[in-house]
């Protein structure tokens, strides 16, 4: 049985990377961080009882900021492959947080590529090693971007991935670990943090037209992103770390839509007259934003065989279907005298 250790797994990235490698056959351990109130929401589904023999699913406490617990958890868990997938992940936050986004983002990462260079040296056993890279990286760049596209970064969020993208090329060459940095445009799903575009829209419109709140807030509408389905981008994670020779690439759809075009899709979805409810908010508008991002994948396609299979009509489905459900439920809580979520949750 091949063993994974998943940092970020709590994230939906995290969550269905977990849930395809239990479905592989992989024991799979995560690294959680010590929360006040549960974390897990997206991995309580595949959650089982540790006190059960056949259990394959095991969680950590620790953080990447902490080396020790880090290296130690890898080593009890003595994994084939590790994806490294946790950040700080919001780009309008890292502007607010800079020194931590960083913190985690790039000085996280190098403790990541040190623990399991350690680790592997120790047990004379090869470690594959997946790197959560981003098109953010290539920023101001123009579109397409592909593989040999100048890293221009636009943001603390954006820099500290071009830090931790460079460490791991340095990890493979200098020390011969076997890392892959995956650059992923951007990826929803109904798991989709809710301070996201794509999630906040569904969220809101959803809301909307149960007459749950009346107005959704946001910041650029003319940006232009290549948006895929989180499940289709794990399976290329996966795919990434079963070659022998380590190879960079880029996962996107190739096409791409503004800001915009997502919220008229949804709201269409709804019945809904968009221009009557989205109003815009400076607080969301970044210092320095990125215009455009389009991804070529036209590398992972032909080494790997790999091509999304959802497209944003379908993932917009997806998602209006989900949150049409969670705010039926919340309807019908606030109807028998339960209250309602309080507005700021589902409009950040
Ligand atoms: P996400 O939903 O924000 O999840 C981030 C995960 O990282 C969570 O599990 C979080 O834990 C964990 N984390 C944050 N700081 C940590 C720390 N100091 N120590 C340990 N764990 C920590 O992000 P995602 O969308 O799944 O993305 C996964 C990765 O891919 C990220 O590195 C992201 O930057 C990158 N990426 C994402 C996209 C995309 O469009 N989704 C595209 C390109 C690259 P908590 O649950 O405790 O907060
Ligand atoms: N979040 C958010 N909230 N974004 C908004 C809003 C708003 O109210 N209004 C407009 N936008 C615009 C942003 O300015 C950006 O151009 C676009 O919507 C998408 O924003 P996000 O969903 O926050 O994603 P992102 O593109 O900044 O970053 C995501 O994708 C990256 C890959 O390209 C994150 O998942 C990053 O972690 C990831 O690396």
């Known amino acids: 049985m091949k063993r994974a250790f998943i940092t970020g797994i709590t994230g939906q990235d995290g969550s269905y990377l977990a849930e395809s490698l239990l479905q592989r056959g992989y024991e799979v351990h995560g690294l959680i961080r010590r929360a006040s109130v549960f974390n897990t929401d997206r991995i309580d589904h595949l959650y ?135 650059i992923l445009f951007n990826h929803a799903s109904p798991r989709r943090g809710e301070t996201f575009l794509t999630r906040k829209v569904t969220r809101a419109a959803t809301r909307i037209s149960l007459g749950l709140q009346d107005h959704l807030w946001l910041g650029n509408l003319d940006a232009r992103r290549d948006w895929g389905f989180a499940g289709d981008y794990v399976e290329a994670m996966w795919r990434m770390l079963q070659t022998d020779v380590p190879v960079d690439y880029v996962v996107a759809t190739g096409r791409s839509h503004s800001v915009r ?65 969670v705010a039926e439920r919340e309807r019908l809580l606030r109807d028998h005298g339960h209250g309602d979520v309080p507005r700021g949750r589902v409009t950040p």
Request: proline share 7%; net charge negative; hydrophobic share 35%.
């Open 48 to 182: 089982q009882d540790p006190h059960d023999q056949a259990v394959r699913l095991h969680l950590h406490h620790g953080d990447v900021t902490d080396p020790l617990a880090l290296k130690r958890v890898i080593e009890e868990s003595d994994p084939d492959e590790i994806y490294h997938l946790a950040a700080q992940s919001h780009v309008r936050v890292s502007f607010d947080q800079p020194l931590y986004t960083g913190h985690v983002g790039a000085m996280g990462t190098l403790n990541v590529l040190e623990a399991a260079k350690e680790v592997e040296r120790r047990r004379d056993r090869p470690i594959r090693l997946y790197n959560a890279g981003s098109s953010e990286m290539f920023g101001a760049s123009p579109p397409p971007q592909s593989e040999d596209t100048p890293f221009r970064p636009r943001s603390p969020y954006a820099v500290s991935k071009v830090a931790a993208h460079g460490y791991a090329v340095n990890y493979r060459e200098a020390y011969g670990l076997h890392v892959v940095n995956g």
């Open 261 to 325: 075009d997502v919220v008229v899709a949804v709201f269409d979805r709804l019945d809904l007259d968009w221009e009557a409810h989205v109003r815009i908010d400076p607080r969301y508008l970044r210092p320095t934003e990125v215009a455009h991002l389009e991804g070529d994948a036209s590398r992972i396609e032909r080494d790997l065989g790999w091509k999304p299979e959802v497209g944003l009509d379908d993932l917009v489905d997806m998602m209006v279907e989900h949150d049409l459900a």
